[in-house]
């Protein structure tokens, strides 16, 4: 933590990841404490390549609290940022009323001033918001020396950012009591855990999708009666099933729970009234080339996923990265070069058969891909031990490059 004498600023900086399910999390119970209807399960993605970075400052002579992001300011008065910033104060007030002598009771009565900023699209169906408040909840609990179960705070920012605080595979509890107590993310297994395990996310759109997922899970959980019985009958096995066969490393029937999920829940989104539309004409030709890829080797080496946007997520094993993704070159054909087309963990070069490309028969589709991220499993947040790499100034107001990448 940096401390400035003159000003009497403490400042902390943390970064947290991105998190993306393969058993989906849509409709809540609560909605004010966002308490979901149903378990969920996901793979927390490696922060070299998505990550959300915040700083947070508080000093005495701050006149309010604000909040920056992606270099613009916003209006701190958002109900779930109040939530969670009025959550972490209680809790560190509580520190410190039962007597623990390390807690400064007087930095949570300072006003703060918050930092924030992505290295991936905003709002595009790449689970910002659940990085974001994950990050956020983190930063506040170094900054005010609150420890233990941060879950439920994160939660009432994003329902996914609870996942977000740990590395590796995390499943969600849906719990049972009203007060949302037992509703908490817990880590399966770590991110070392599955070593081969690669993801690429093809990124499709990076425009903000057209209907928000509070507005659209609220709508299902109204209207859809699929929904209903998915939460009911179907994730609750899926579950079970899930973390048995993540703790086997079996590929295949990972990849196939991972893509019935995900068809289920888009299956949802079209069952609800009126319906939600988030993948589209791109989105299907992936759905597609996956499933004739995998014919073509008679099994299961590559799977999908689509969260509430056109992005597709796709899971696959290390050694067969290089061929898929020449794959995707070949029929989703961009004007990008070599390096600037995949981002993120380098890919090997590979051929194509001409037996491979006759019996995926697929149009080409130019430019329907802009990029392709390319990552694996990795750990939960982190302090930034580095002062230069702070996003706010000594006199905590954002740093001129304090901007998206």
């Not at 400052?57 to 992606?70: E, G, K, P, V």
């Not at 081969?196 to 209907?211: G, N």
């Not at 061929?323 to 090997?348: I, K, M, T, W």
């Amino acid at each position: 933590m940096l401390e400035s004498s003159h000003q009497n600023l403490a400042m902390v900086t943390c970064t947290a990841p991105v998190n993306i399910a393969v058993v989906k999390y849509w409709g809540k119970r609560n909605e004010d404490l966002i308490l979901p209807i149903n378990s969920s399960l996901s793979v927390t993605l490696h922060q070299e390549q998505l990550k959300t970075t915040t700083t947070i400052a508080c000093s005495r002579s701050f006149q309010q609290d604000r909040i920056w992001l992606n270099g613009k300011e916003e209006d701190i008065s958002c109900p779930r940022l109040q939530s969670c910033l009025q959550e972490i104060r209680r809790l560190a007030r509580k520190r410190r009323n039962t007597g623990d002598p390390t807690s400064d009771i007087s930095v949570v009565s300072h006003k703060v001033h918050i930092c924030s900023v992505n290295n991936f699209p905003t709002a595009a169906g790449l689970a910002s918001s659940a990085a974001g408040y994950a990050c956020l909840v983190y930063t506040l609990s170094q900054l005010f020396g609150v420890e233990g179960e941060l879950s439920t705070v994160a939660r009432q920012g994003s329902g996914s950012a609870c996942r977000s605080l740990y590395g590796g595979f995390v499943q969600w509890k849906m719990g049972e009591r009203s007060d949302g107590k037992d509703s908490i993310a817990e880590q399966v297994e770590s991110e070392s855990y599955w070593p081969e395990l690669r993801v690429l996310i093809l990124v499709v759109s990076a425009e903000q999708k057209s209907v928000g997922s509070t507005s659209g899970m609220h709508t299902s959980v109204e209207t859809s009666q699929l929904l209903k019985y998915r939460a009911d009958v179907v994730v609750p096995c899926r579950m079970v099933e899930m973390i048995r066969v993540i703790r086997q490393r079996d590929f295949p029937a990972f990849g196939e729970l991972t893509m019935k999920d995900s068809n289920q829940f888009h299956a949802t989104c079209l069952d609800t009234y009126p319906p939600i539309f988030y993948l589209n004409n791109v989105s299907h030709r992936i759905i597609s080339l996956v499933h004739r890829y995998n014919q073509f080797y008679g099994e299961t080496r590559v799977a999908y996923t689509f969260d509430a946007g056109p992005n597709a997520v796709i899971y696959t094993l290390q050694e067969h990265v290089p061929e898929f993704v020449q794959v995707v070159r070949h029929f989703f054909p961009s004007e990008a070069n070599g390096s600037e087309f995949v981002r993120g963990l380098p890919v090997c070069s590979a051929d194509l058969s001409e037996e491979l490309k006759r019996a995926l028969n697929m149009e080409p589709t130019p430019k329907g891909i802009h990029y392709i991220i390319s990552t694996k499993a990795g750990p939960g947040p982190c302090v930034v031990e580095d002062p230069n790499h702070h996003l706010l100034g000594v006199d905590g107001l954002p740093k001129k490059n304090a901007v998206s990448d």
